[in-house]
């Protein structure tokens, strides 16, 4: 019997919770706190307890630094300075991140009820408290804070993602396709105020002829859920006309199906290029002149010097070789002129 008893024990320290829990017990009963301390080592290696007997004393335990130091609280709801709702609602002000468990001697379903909407985490009747229950409470809100800072800490890098970003973005309703918001970027390039943003549609910022373009990129999008990317033309609130290059993509945005937009103003782009593809056409003929115009009256004067050199050409002939020799180095300069021409010109 000594032998099984021990086996167990050894189980029971095997697998106790190794983490490091630190925990606030708020409770002016020595007992209930001892009872507690006993529930907790049951399922915790080194739980790191703490005891205030009173509000007070909790206050000054949570304000002891910037940052609540504390995995959990556990309350109880009758003490000697404070108690009830107004505990409640005193202890969630020093920290509202922190898990509280209610640990009451009363069951009254409704103030249970109640209190969970006042930002407690959990309320356990002490007549029907266990160690596993008592231990499952901490971990499961221990772990539900986890899980909320990690959806807020997600929530506050998209926001600086999306409003911080130098390049204009929006969100729109997926049915009304009315704007849903707008960063800076997209107010300062575009012109219009938040509040014009927010009581338009985003069809209204393109040319009447783009919106059944619109409309067919998006449905193509919810089809395959998949992003959408490419170029389209958009109208600034002053009426100028500007191309863009668009990347979208399907969200939630407060329980709302949404499409968030990135856009980036290529107009200029599309200007340079034209410009280049223009060089390019001008130096293509340049080359085609250089190859063959210029080829032709070089030609024709290398022909001319060769009939200089017949012994029996006259001097009539010698004239008219001439004549024909200034034509064609003057044909010759023109066509420099005009390569020189169409070179500035590039």
Same mark, same amino acid.
């Given at each position: 019997?000594?032998?099984?008893?021990?086996?167990?024990?050894?189980? #029971?320290?095997?697998?106790?919770?190794?983490?490091?829990?630190?925990?606030?017990?708020?409770?002016?009963?020595?007992?209930?706190?001892?009872?507690i301390q006993d529930y907790l080592q049951e399922y915790i290696?080194?739980?790191?307890?703490?005891?205030?007997?009173?509000?007070?004393?909790?206050?000054?335990?949570?304000?002891?630094?910037?940052?609540?130091?504390?995995?959990?609280?556990?309350?109880?709801?009758?003490?000697?300075?404070?108690?009830?709702?107004? *505990?409640?609602?005193?202890?969630?002000?020093?920290?509202?991140?922190?898990?509280?468990?209610?640990?009451?001697?009363?069951?009254?379903?409704?103030?249970?009820?109640?209190?969970?909407?006042?930002?407690?985490?959990?309320?356990?009747?002490?007549d029907e408290l266990s160690p596993s229950i008592l231990y499952?409470?901490?971990?499961?809100?221990?772990?539900?804070?986890?899980?909320?800072?990690?959806?807020?800490?997600?929530?506050?890098?998209?926001?600086?993602?999306?409003?911080?970003?130098?390049?204009?973005?929006?969100?729109?309703?997926?049915?009304?396709?009315?704007?849903?918001?707008?960063?800076? #970027?997209?107010?300062?390039?575009?012109?219009?105020?938040?509040?014009?943003?927010?009581?338009?549609? !985003?069809?209204? @910022?393109?040319?009447?002829?783009?919106?059944?373009?619109?409309?067919?990129?998006?449905?193509?999008? @919810?089809?395959?859920?998949?992003?959408?990317?490419?170029?389209?033309?958009?109208?600034?609130?002053?009426?100028?006309? !500007?191309?863009?290059?668009?990347?979208?993509?399907?969200?939630?945005?407060?329980?709302?199906?949404?499409? *968030?937009?990135?856009?980036?103003? !290529?107009?200029?782009?599309?200007?340079?290029?034209?410009? @280049?593809?223009?060089?390019?056409?001008?130096?293509?003929?340049?080359?085609? !002149?250089?190859?063959?115009?210029?080829?032709?009256?070089?030609?024709?004067?290398?022909?001319?010097?060769? *009939?200089?050199?017949?012994?029996? #050409?006259?001097?009539?002939?010698?004239?008219?070789?001439?004549?024909?020799?200034?034509?064609?180095?003057?044909?010759?300069?023109? @066509?420099?002129?005009?390569?020189?021409t169409r070179t500035k010109e590039v």
């Amino acid at each position: 019997m000594d032998q099984h008893c021990s086996t167990t024990n050894l189980q #029971a320290i095997v697998y106790k919770d190794q983490k490091k829990y630190r925990i606030l017990v708020i409770e002016d009963n020595p007992g209930d706190f001892a009872l507690i301390q006993d529930y907790l080592q049951e399922y915790i290696a080194t739980p790191d307890i703490l005891q205030a007997k009173s509000f007070k004393e909790a206050e000054t335990c949570l304000c002891a630094t910037v940052e609540c130091p504390y995995d959990v609280v556990l309350l109880d709801l009758s003490l000697p300075d404070v108690s009830g709702e107004r *505990l409640i609602n005193d202890l969630v002000a020093l920290d509202p991140g922190c898990p509280v468990i209610i640990l009451s001697g009363y069951s009254d379903f409704e103030f249970s009820v109640r209190s969970l909407s006042m930002g407690i985490a959990d309320y356990l009747i002490k007549d029907e408290l266990s160690p596993s229950i008592l231990y499952k409470s901490l971990v499961y809100n221990i772990e539900r804070k986890r899980i909320r800072q990690d959806l807020e800490e997600s929530k506050r890098r998209y926001s600086n993602l999306f409003h911080l970003s130098p390049q204009p973005m929006w969100v729109f309703d997926l049915e009304t396709f009315q704007f849903l918001d707008v960063n800076e #970027a997209a107010l300062n390039h575009y012109g219009y105020s938040k509040e014009e943003f927010i009581s338009m549609s !985003i069809k209204e @910022i393109r040319p009447a002829d783009e919106v059944a373009k619109l409309e067919n990129h998006i449905q193509s999008s @919810i089809l395959t859920q998949k992003p959408f990317y490419g170029m389209a033309k958009h109208r600034k609130k002053n009426g100028e006309i !500007i191309n863009v290059e668009v990347k979208t993509n399907l969200i939630q945005f407060k329980d709302r199906k949404a499409v *968030l937009v990135l856009c980036s103003d !290529i107009t200029e782009r599309l200007k340079y290029i034209k410009t @280049i593809e223009k060089q390019n056409q001008q130096i293509k003929e340049i080359a085609w !002149i250089q190859s063959h115009v210029v080829r032709a009256p070089i030609a024709r004067l290398m022909g001319l010097v060769n *009939l200089i050199d017949l012994e029996k #050409a006259t001097d009539t002939d010698h004239k008219n070789l001439l004549s024909h020799i200034m034509d064609s180095a003057n044909e010759l300069d023109q @066509i420099v002129r005009d390569i020189n021409t169409r070179t500035k010109e590039v």
